[in-house]
């Protein structure tokens, strides 16, 4: 007699108790032979998540149009001045430059430009 194998899906009840048990199974061929087929299994204790509360709904109430925020001064620019600055400063001073720098190639050119035809 060759070996066969046995699927079987059961499902185990949510309520069993953790520990060993054991799912017998009797198995019966043509000539009527009974043979149990014993599985062993062990039932574990599922981690409990533990979710957390839904934070509590907070009420925005717009301010009036032109109040300062509590806890601020009332202008708007005393509240900028707490903002980081980003490389606006060096704006002008640049331009200028560059404008020197453009009538300075400019004269340049046109001296040499007089000297050729000298």
């Known amino acids: 007699m060759r070996p066969r194998s ?3 899906a059961a499902t185990i009840p949510a309520d069993a108790e953790v520990g ?3 799912l017998v199974v009797l198995v019966s061929n043509v000539d009527a032979e009974v ?8 039932v574990e204790a599922a981690p409990v998540v533990v979710a957390p509360e839904a934070p509590a709904p907070v009420q925005v ?6 109040s300062a925020p509590a806890g601020s001064a009332s202008s708007a620019s ?3 001045s707490h903002l980081p600055r980003t490389g ?17 190639g400019l ?5 040499s430009a007089v000297a050729a035809r000298r």
């Open 6 to 8: 046995v699927r079987i």
């Open 20 to 22: 060993a048990h054991e």
């Open 35 to 42: 043979a149990p087929v014993v599985m062993r299994f062990s």
């Open 61 to 66: 109430t717009p301010a009036p149009a032109g």
């Open 78 to 80: 005393s509240t900028s």
């Open 88 to 104: 606006a400063d060096a704006l002008l001073p640049m331009l200028l430059l560059s404008v020197a720098l453009l009538g300075a």
């Open 107 to 111: 004269a340049v050119r046109r001296r």
